[in-house]
């Protein structure tokens, strides 16, 4: 029961300060609309998938994925990961700008922008690239898929990367959820406005109500009622003098 009771008495608190809810609320709101449409700045992702086959000597190496055998694809794991490794290595990314020729670039804001996640099962590499603008998004995300290949080849002597798609320029960014990032903001304000209230009501020791006594253990000896302030009415306009 009295944990009902409880509950009971936060809903009425949170109906009482709705006021503060709907205030916070809707700054909450305001500020989700600031932040998704006039800070973030938009960023666009390019992706090239490569894929790891094995090469078997007394034949071509398979480059289409539905000709692959079992026996195609026992690239080791220790092996993927060094080829993850080596996808972000500096001479790899140096090469990359040199070849692209952009030049507001670093190699190290390459690599931090650059990642490279093995697909479930597979010997499938995604290779993302994220930069401002698009076109060059791609442009990068292409030239690394090519030189990391060559790359492979010219250190280990074997020709076991295939470019299976090509980055393509994209069209929307990758980093602007303007719905879930004002739902966000909404909830935070939720969230802060339930604080305030509950805090409010902490540090509030008045009693309300004979409920606050008797939570206090004490026992009611009386209870006046409300008396309203009553205008007493001169019968004479004039008054007694």
Do not use: C
């Amino acid at each position: 029961m009295e944990e009902t009771i409880d509950l009971k008495n936060v809903f009425k608190m949170m109906w009482e300060k709705k006021l503060i809810i709907i205030i916070t609320t809707m700054i909450a709101i305001l500020l989700g609309f600031i932040y998704s449409y006039r800070l973030v700045k938009p960023k666009y992702t390019a992706k090239v998938q490569i894929v790891l086959v094995q090469i078997d000597k007394n034949q071509e190496k398979k480059t289409n994925l539905g000709a692959l055998t079992q026996s195609d694809v026992t690239i080791n794991d220790k092996i993927i990961a060094t080829y993850q490794k080596l996808l972000t290595n500096d001479d790899v990314l140096t090469q990359v700008i040199q070849n692209t020729q952009i030049v507001d670039i670093t190699p190290a804001e390459l690599k931090k922008s650059t990642t490279a996640t093995v697909v479930s099962n597979t010997q499938i590499l995604d290779i993302q690239v994220t930069n401002k603008n698009p076109e060059k998004a791609a442009i990068l995300a292409n030239e690394l898929a090519k030189v990391f290949k060559e790359k492979i080849y010219n250190t280990y002597g074997i020709d076991n990367v295939s470019i299976t798609l090509v980055a393509e320029t994209p069209k929307e960014p990758s980093n602007i959820h303007h719905m879930k990032d004002i739902l966000m903001f909404t909830i935070g304000g939720i969230v802060i406005a339930i604080f305030i209230i509950l805090l409010i009501n902490f540090l509030d020791n008045t009693i309300k109500s004979p409920n606050d006594i008797e939570e206090l253990g004490l026992n009611i000896l009386a209870e006046f009622p409300e008396i309203k302030e009553m205008k007493q009415v001169d019968g004479n306009k004039g008054g007694n003098k």
